[in-house]
């Protein structure tokens, strides 16, 4: 699996992002995922995991955590919202799209088969600031 491939791969999982802070709070990393924060230090990912549920620190770090956003919006074709669901997997099954077909059409913003926009949070963030600052 080429590093391209896995990026891809890891663009579309859901998960927590990580960003680790020495003790006067500098930033010292930040990792999109739970998996690579714990590679980097060289603990397995169940020690990640517990730092993430019990809030305790094995090491002199701050670790933060942010839940990512994985909510897909559909809109019909007219920009009407049509629905909100909660992961990619649910729009896949729903729309009879696959995952990969799903990212690409996310990324470029096209009508899926005349009918549907797919969005994701990032995308109706930076729309949602985009309208706030024409008002």
Known sequence: MTDETKLKISLRNQGVSVKVFDKLGKLINEFPTLTSAANYFGCSYTTMSNIYKTGISYDD?????????????IYDSYLELIEILAFSKDVVKAYNICSSTLSDYIKSGK???????????KIIDNLNRACAQKD
């Not at 770090?61 to 909510?71: G, M, Q, V, W």
């Not at 009508?111 to 949070?121: D, E, I, P, V």
Request: aromatic share 34%.
């Open 61 to 73: 770090l701050i670790y933060k955590f942010e839940i990512k956003d994985t909510r897909i919006w």
């Open 111 to 121: 009508l899926f088969r005349k009918n549907y926009y797919f969005f994701n949070a």
